[in-house]
């Protein structure tokens, strides 16, 4: 009985500490897959071409779609992020911003090249870095 009461105590230990030790961020695993995390507004080119000065705040959010920041404090500033992750690096980060006068569009700026070809881009440029890794791995 003693002995089996030590090995669950052991196993017990041995869990915990390894538990302990995977929480750590500076622990990194190798070979380990790291997903691409797209968060945000995703803009199209063809979004941003429909835009023209004039345009209503509901003409805005039909073609640009509801802002991901829409500040209470300033209803005349529309600000539309969009974010693409590999694990903890940010391989793109845009922020396109439409400003409004009397609800109507005056003007807009910011990051508005086209996202889907770099999206793409981004993606493939993710795999080949993990078929390099891994490659590497089994030489």
């Not at 070979?31 to 071409?49: A, C, F, R």
């Amino acid at each position: 009985m003693q002995k089996v009461l030590k090995i669950a105590v052991s196993l017990t230990i041995w869990f915990i500490f390894l538990s302990g030790i995977s929480a750590c961020s500076s622990l990194r695993f190798p070979g380990v897959y790291k997903v691409t995390i797209q968060q945000g507004n995703y803009l199209e080119e063809d979004m941003i071409e429909k835009l023209k000065p004039g345009l209503t705040k509901e003409q805005v959010r039909y073609i640009m779609g509801t802002p991901l920041i829409e500040d209470t404090f300033n209803q005349n500033q529309w600000d539309y992020y969009y974010n693409v992750k590999l694990g903890d690096e940010d391989l793109r980060t845009n922020h396109f911003t439409v400003y409004f006068e009397n609800d109507t569009l005056t003007h807009w700026d910011g990051d508005y090249t086209p996202i889907n070809k770099q999206v793409e881009k981004d993606q493939q440029e993710a795999l080949d870095q993990t078929k390099k890794k891994k490659d590497a791995r089994l030489d």
